[in-house]
């Protein structure tokens, strides 16, 4: 018997993170840079992105030290 179900090409869901949980992700993400399993990499940049749009970047500094 073979399996007709076809994959969906994405999977999307809504979630808004807050300010405090964006930066956690960001923050484990710089510490963890090796250690991002394939795939993630995008998300990873997504999330950086993110802080950096939304803090000066004396913050960004004071941040990622």
Known sequence: M???VTKP???SFLY???PNETALIARFFREHEESI???LE???H???KAVYDSISIG???RFYS
């Open 59 to 61: 913050d960004a500094e």
């Open 2 to 4: 073979t399996d007709d």
């Open 42 to 44: 995008k998300f990873a």
């Open 9 to 11: 090409a994405s999977l």
């Open 46 to 48: 997504a999330v950086e």
């Open 37 to 39: 399993p394939s795939g």
């Open 16 to 18: 808004e993170f807050s």
